[in-house]
Structure formats: C-alpha cells, structure tokens
C-alpha cells in the first residue's frame, strides 16, 4: 500500500501556499523575472540527477524562468525553515519569491510546464 | 550550487538495474530468513549488505550475478545511475540486518523480527516501487542531528 502511495506520489506537483518569501539570499542565485524552479538535491538521491536534466532543460527555453539547484545537505537550516523532507523536492516560486507549488520526487515535464504557464508576470 | 554538479561527475555510475535486481535476490532472502527464522541467512545477508556498503553495491555476489547471468540477456538501453545511492540503502540494510543479528543472538525475538521486517520492506519496496531509501531518508536523518545538535 505504502509502495503504490509512494509510486503515485513521487513527482506530482501539489499546490502550496508559501510560508513566507524566498530571497535571492537565501538560495544563493538570482530569481527569474517570472517564475524560478529551486531544486533541493542530495548525494544519496538517484532521481535527482534525471530531475536536474529535465528542469534545466525546460528553463532553457524560458528566458524569463531560473532553475536554481541547491545541495540540500550543506543548507540544512533553509531545508528545515521550508519543511524540506525527501530530495529531490522542487518548488515553483513566482516572480518575488512566493512559493506556488512544489513537488517531491522527480516531477513530470508537462506538469512543470502547466504550473510555470498559470504564472504571471 | 555548480559544486553538487561537479561532485556528480566524478562518482561513479553503474547500471541501475543492478541495484534493482539485487534489491529483489534481498527480498526473497530475508523473506525466507524470516519465515525460517534463520540467523544463518540474515548473518550471510549482513555480509553482503557490509560488502555493498564498504566496497560498492556492483561488487555484492548478486551484482555479480546479475553482472554475468542476467545483464548479457536484458535488451534496451541501460539506464546509469550513481553508486552513492544505492550503497546507502546497502548501509542502512546492513545496520537492520546487524540489529536483527543482535536480537537473535540475545534471545530478543521481537528485535529479530522488527529489524527483519524493517530490512525487508526496505528491499521489496526497492525491487517493487523503485523506491529510494537515500531520498527519504537521508536527509530526514541529518535534520534529525541538527536538532540534537543544537
């Protein structure tokens, strides 16, 4: 039961009022003028490295859209402050820096896409 | 954070069907240790959990296995992955297998079973839902030693 909850679950993108804005500062790395993805990654993380691909693939055709990495292990303060729980965990943030949505495991392409679209400059 | 990437560079990636198939060779042994309550199964696991944790997962008997009986028959593309993954979850095992050990050898049944089971869940759910024990785990661990460090 826990495996096919955990199959299902893993990626999907849930929409989630912030708890507070996220600086530039605080993920060291600039935000995109619309929307910016910041993954949290780990060493013992094998989705990461495919979530990372997909992601930078994606911003990379949208200017106006960051994709900002961070090694969770080395920022456990922030990871704690925004209830970080399993890597990788990816959260949609808009143009200041109000978290929208963010999704735990590898996300879906189509879905990232859907979520960065319903945000407006 | 371009550190993590160029971490990522330097390890080393194996065939992530490996780790795969190995996590269902567990899961059929620990089943059976525990059905048979078998110390002997769960001390012969333990060493091969401590050999993927020391050496490397791809160097485990079932690796090798699958290295040279079931890799040379499966067709398609190989996906690759990172060995710090799966040889985390091989650490993690080896400290449930240990633990059951422990239980056995004190005469503490439930501490056999519980350990048993702990490591069996671990291993099905890998096999079965590709589960990752490192993303779960891993940093719920360290957030629970920054707030027993402070």
């Excluded at chain 1, 590898?106 to 945000?119: G, H, S, Y």
């Excluded at chain 2, 059976?32 to 110390?39: E, I, P, Q």
């Excluded at chain 2, 993954?85 to 056995?104: H, K, M, N, T, Y």
Aim: with cysteine; charged share 15%; net charge positive.
């Amino acid at each position: 039961m826990y495996g096919l909850w955990y199959q299902r679950s893993r990626g999907r993108i849930k929409a989630k009022p912030g708890r507070g804005l996220i600086t530039e500062s605080m993920i060291g790395a600039p935000l995109g003028s619309r929307a910016t993805l910041v993954q949290f990654s780990s060493a013992f993380c094998t989705p990461c490295r495919a979530t990372r691909t997909l992601l930078a693939n994606i911003v990379a055709e949208m200017h106006d859209v960051e994709h900002v990495e961070v090694d969770a292990e080395s920022e456990l303060e922030l990871v704690r402050q925004l209830n970080i729980l399993s890597t990788p965990t990816t959260l949609i943030l808009d143009s200041s820096g109000n978290e929208i949505a963010r999704a735990a495991g590898a996300p879906k392409r189509e879905q990232v896409i859907n979520a960065l679209t319903a945000i407006r400059e | 954070m371009s550190s993590i990437l160029e971490k990522k560079i330097d390890s080393v990636s194996i065939d992530a069907r490996g780790p795969r198939f190995s996590a269902g060779l567990t899961t059929v042994v620990l089943a059976f240790a525990l059905v048979t309550s078998n110390l002997w199964i769960v001390i012969a696991q333990a060493i091969i959990f401590a050999i993927g944790a020391v050496k490397g997962p791809q160097f485990t008997p079932y690796a090798l296995v699958f290295k040279n009986f079931i890799k040379p028959r499966l067709k398609g593309k190989a996906v690759t992955e990172d060995i710090r993954p799966p040889q985390f979850a091989q650490s993690v095992g080896l400290l449930f297998a240990l633990a059951a050990i422990a239980g056995a050898i004190s005469s503490f049944t439930p501490l056999f079973t519980l350990a048993a089971s702990f490591a069996l869940a671990a291993a099905f759910l890998n096999a079965a839902f590709n589960y990752c024990l490192g993303c779960e785990l891993y940093l719920l661990l360290l957030r629970v030693r920054l707030a027993h460090g402070k």
